[in-house]
């Protein structure tokens, strides 16, 4: 009876009960405020670190770049198919992408003391965004609500891949750690890829991140259980 009274009156079921255009406003906000830190990345980069000339390594479309463009998108998606899906997508691969860049920070660090707090922050925001998808019901929770979110996985490295081949800098791209022309700069992979090769080395630290999004899935589909029994 106490577990059930104290449910009924916390935080969880208040925001189980957040209607859909507060969420999606909330999460619009989160989507402008990493638009507004990655518009003054670039520019830091542009103009103060490389004195005028683009490199094409910072370009904004990595798998931790994507709630950006995804919270800003969604209050104008109407098909609550492909909404759930997306919310799914966010919860699961870039809650673990901002865990996985928190646990190895190296890549935000280093090039200035600003761009150090702004990759913290920003993988922060990405932590904070997954846990608030899920603790607002908003993601697909099912097998089927994850497998839906491999196709968006797919599609967003075939981009990459894109534009890791196409953008000007001579392969200076490296969208998704998956350049075509170099081992990935990710640490163990960056090993196998110097032994089996960069494709296979590449399609197999893409099926590790689909492994790690399917495993924080899961995790997130207990933690329900436990806290809804359901």
Not at 115 to 122: A, E, I, P
Not at 128 to 151: D, N, V
Not at 192 to 216: H, Q
């Amino acid at each position: 009876m106490l577990y059930y009274i104290i449910m009924n009156n916390s935080i969880f079921s208040r925001l189980r009960t957040l209607p859909d255009r507060t969420a999606d406003h909330i999460l619009f906000a989160c989507g402008l405020f990493l638009a507004a830190s990655e518009t003054y990345k670039q520019l830091f980069l542009y103009y103060i670190i490389n004195h005028g000339s683009y490199d094409w390594w910072f370009f904004p479309f990595q798998l931790c770049s994507l709630p950006m463009y995804l919270c800003l998108l969604l209050p104008f998606i109407k098909d609550r198919t492909v909404k759930t899906t997306l919310y799914t997508f966010m919860q699961d691969y870039n809650l673990l992408g901002g865990i996985a860049a928190l646990l190895v920070p190296e890549g935000f660090l280093g090039i200035h003391w600003t761009l150090s707090v702004h990759g913290y922050v920003w993988h922060t925001m990405l932590i904070l965004i997954g846990i608030f998808i899920f603790l607002t019901g908003r993601s697909a929770l099912s097998g089927k609500g994850f497998a839906r979110t491999i196709p968006v996985f797919v599609i967003c490295c075939c981009i990459a891949t894109l534009i890791n081949i196409y953008a000007p800098g001579h392969g200076r791209a490296d969208m998704f750690y998956i350049s075509p022309y170099y081992p990935t700069t990710q640490i163990i992979f960056h090993d196998i890829a110097l032994r089996i090769g960069i494709l296979p080395a590449n399609l197999l630290y893409l099926a590790v991140i689909c492994l790690g999004g399917y495993v924080v899935h899961r995790a997130f589909r207990r933690i329900s259980r436990i806290l809804y029994h359901k």
